[in-house]
């Protein structure tokens, strides 16, 4: 398991743009929005950035930390630091699954997402009504074909780009695609606040409802925020860890970390100023989940004038689904990067045979869900309607993540894991804001009990709901 070749990231934006591709996904755009205006609005975001930075985004920089004090990736990390003798390195196989199971079922939802902007930009949604843009969805799920297809050429795009290189590929695509996201958010949020009726959405998006949080339940909004922060950074599975390790130590991982942070959250509350302005511009229902992308959506676009004589769903609607692709694309590409990370550090594998071999393993992996809605949609693994991707997103979110992130802090913390020590000298290591010592007996004692708190939730959640 040398490093002595291992390839190193070419600049500093890279790291950044990088990492916060990996963050920000398809819950950001249409989970974060739903959840803040549900629970109370701004007073929610309020508890939601405070769970952020005391809670998440310690683990970030110590899963970064992790990672360039190893050079390895998730598979050969814990290995390196953990003290003779120990068994910490068995929780690397366990998080390199949770990297596979992700995306099984993430490259079939982004699918959607690349299907949708070539269906919007030729024109498909243009002149439906509201039951025909929910059957023309109903409709396309049912397709296995079509499903299998547009997640058959995300996967393989998505490794083509990690089997051109670390510098050439990975790098280069995801700068290029997060400098494009970020343009095209500002475009459709200005776009979104300027239409008649807009001030109603963002009055319903961000002035304080106490009112409906008091209905609500305060302790309720409090998990909610407690998730919503932990689990939009996706930490525990290795994500973030891998392009720690490719980072120099020029930069304390602190000053980093709040860098990245900071433009995961942007885009979550800039993609609600899109969301919600719209939807009550036009008097459509915002409706939560699958519905709110792929029905709502495109009928918001529907009602839009004409631009330069392109008619708004055709162009508004092709650039939210861009807008969309590339944010989904961007997690794909920072995942795949850390399972053809793997097969380099420990397999001794190319680049190039790494990724091969694991777009085979993800793709043949990937059938049950984008079959779950079509040839086995019989299949209900937690009754009701729900599907193949409700069972692989439970064992990821409810699961992996939050165990993933317990080891992490613990590996970290303890003296029987890498350490506090040896965390603080690298995590400080560089120019930049500093990871404060204080929050010792914070990070040891009380941080260990909301995790555990996230975990037991989502099971209790799980077993009310069944969904």
């Known amino acids: 398991m040398g490093t002595s070749s291992r390839e190193t990231l070419g600049s500093r934006i890279g790291f950044l743009l990088i990492s916060a591709g990996c963050a920000i996904g398809l819950g950001n755009v249409w989970r974060f929005p739903h959840t803040v205006g549900s629970h109370g609005g701004a007073a929610f975001v309020l508890l939601y950035l405070f769970f952020l930075f005391l809670f998440a985004m310690p683990i970030m920089v110590m899963e970064f930390s992790v990672g360039r004090a190893s050079r390895m990736n998730i598979g050969g990390s814990f290995h390196k630091l953990q003290p003779v003798g120990a068994k910490w390195h068995y929780f690397g196989l366990v998080g390199l699954c949770g990297n596979y199971l992700l995306m099984m079922f993430y490259t079939t939802v982004a699918g959607w997402m690349l299907a949708y902007f070539f269906y919007a930009l030729s024109g498909g949604f243009d002149g439906l009504g509201p039951d025909a843009v929910g059957e023309f969805f109903g409709a396309f799920l049912s397709r296995p074909g ?10 393989a795009v998505g490794f083509m780009v990690c089997g051109i290189g670390l510098r050439k590929g990975v790098e280069r695509v995801t700068v290029t695609m997060m400098s494009g996201l970020f343009i095209l958010l500002l475009v459709l949020v200005v776009r979104s606040v300027s239409l008649p009726g807009a001030e109603a959405g963002l009055a319903f998006y961000l002035l304080p409802d106490l009112d409906a949080m008091e209905r609500i339940g305060f302790w309720k909004c409090v998990y909610a925020a407690m998730g919503q922060a932990f689990f939009t950074l996706s930490i525990g599975v290795g994500s973030m860890a891998i392009f720690g390790s490719y980072i120099s130590r020029e930069r304390s991982l602190t000053g980093e970390t709040v860098n990245i942070v900071g433009l995961d959250t942007a885009v979550a509350i800039l993609s609600g100023l899109i969301i919600f302005p719209a939807c009550y511009a036009f008097g459509v229902k915002a409706d939560y989940g699958a519905g709110l992308i792929f029905v709502t959506l495109p009928n918001v676009f529907n009602h839009m004038p004409r631009f330069f004589g392109i008619p708004g769903s055709m162009f508004w ?24 990370a793997y097969g380099i550090d420990v397999k001794g594998w190319s680049r190039r045979k790494s990724s091969w071999i694991n777009f085979c393993i993800v793709n043949l992996g990937s059938l049950p869900c984008a079959l779950g809605f079509n040839l086995l949609a019989d299949f209900h693994p937690f009754g009701g309607d729900t599907v193949v991707l409700d069972l692989e997103d439970f064992i990821v979110s409810d699961n992996l993540l939050p165990i993933g992130a317990m080891v992490y802090l613990l590996f970290c913390t303890s003296r029987h894991g890498w350490g506090w020590e040896n965390f603080i000298a690298e995590a400080d290591a560089g120019k930049g804001l500093k990871f404060p010592r204080g929050l010792r007996p914070y990070l040891t004692y009380v941080v260990p009990v909301l995790i555990a708190g996230c975990f037991r939730m989502g099971y209790i959640k799980k077993l009310r709901t069944g969904a």
């Open 146 to 155: 079509e499903l299998v297809f547009w997640m058959t050429v995300v996967t």
């Open 317 to 340: 609607g092709a650039l939210f689904f861009l807008f969309m692709t590339f944010a989904a694309f961007s997690t794909v590409v920072a995942v795949f990067e850390n399972i053809v």
